[in-house]
């Protein structure tokens, strides 16, 4: 196989069908339509012989030949990245970059090592650093690790990915709450409160769904919305008829102002783990990338509560 520039298109494509578990998933990351995914496919299989996947009725499921072709191209792109990085350092020698990703809200937190870390990082007289920190998804954190355009990612990751590493950093506090003006804000008696809430329409982040509320069944149907970040779900929340979990570093600001109210607050309460993620393979690691996650880990080297 001689490899050509419409070649890595193909392989960029795959990988992202890989990553997602799909043709339909697919197209989001990729912004073209499954149809599209399914010739470029098409065209990858014919340019190196083999069948990579088997799509139908039953699901998408890589050939035992494609979960190996997968992971020679995540090498490949190992590798790609390795000549792009050392032609940069040849290029500005003296200049290190690190590309952050992180969750949304996290700015709020005064409980995030981030805030310290960076500023050490900046504090240092003679630091010749790029950074970029782009707020992000889990997935798509995970997604830009493992593509190589990040170099490390914090966020709550509810599943590990292979060639992922994940250090528990603490845990964020998530409290329960509904708009000050929604029927349940007013509501005095606590057994009252409580046999209403699980029928309560819900909002939910995309990454946990039904895990925020461990309290309902797997076949509840009041979780009717679904969000990709905080704030979206802050949105919902106080202009609409939804109850849901917030960070409470990030929602007291409403609570205290009474555009929030807080639903049993002793009762219905849940931690989230935030994590630090790196590839597994530190080779490449720079010297700024690898004193900066000391930093975080120096911080908080053992998983704790956020503050009330």
């Known amino acids: 196989m001689n490899l050509s520039d419409i070649d890595l298109k193909l392989l960029r494509v795959f990988h992202a069908v890989v990553e997602t578990g799909g043709f339909t998933s697919a197209q989001t990351v990729l912004n073209v339509s499954p149809s599209t995914i399914s010739s470029h496919m098409s065209q990858l299989e014919a340019r190196i012989g083999f069948v990579l996947c088997e799509r139908g009725r039953s699901g998408f499921r890589l050939t035992t030949k494609g979960e190996a072709f997968h992971q020679h191209v995540l090498a490949f792109f190992g590798a790609v990245y390795a000549l792009e990085a050392s032609a940069e350092g040849l290029r500005r020698s003296t200049v290190e970059n690190m590309r952050i990703g992180i969750i949304d809200n996290l700015v709020t937190d005064k409980n995030c090592p981030l805030h310290k870390a960076l500023g050490e990082l900046f504090s240092q007289p003679d630091s010749a650093i790029e950074l970029s920190i782009q707020v992000l998804s889990p997935q798509d954190i995970e997604r830009e690790l493992l593509e190589q355009n990040l170099d490390m990612g914090i966020g709550i990751f509810y599943h590990s990915t292979p060639n992922l ?3 528990p950093l603490y845990q964020e506090r998530d409290v329960l709450v509904c708009a000050g003006s929604h029927a349940l804000a007013n509501l005095k008696d606590p057994r009252e409160l409580a046999r209403e809430i699980p029928s309560a329409p819900k909002v939910v982040r995309n990454f946990m769904q039904k895990q925020e509320f461990p309290f309902i069944e797997d076949d509840d149907n009041s979780v009717i919305a679904a969000v ?35 639903l049993l607050p002793e009762k219905f309460i849940r931690y989230s783990q935030v994590s630090l993620v790196t590839r597994r393979d530190e080779s490449h690691r720079s010297s700024v990338l690898t004193n900066f996650i000391r ?11 956020v503050a009330r």
């Open 228 to 262: 990709t970040n905080v704030e979206s779900a802050a949105f919902m929340i106080l202009n609409g008829p939804f109850i849901g979990f917030l960070p409470y570093h990030y929602a007291q600001r409403w609570i205290a102002s009474g555009d929030l109210a807080g």
């Open 165 to 167: 590493h994940y250090r």
């Open 295 to 305: 930093c975080l880990e120096k911080e908080h080297g053992s998983p704790r509560h």
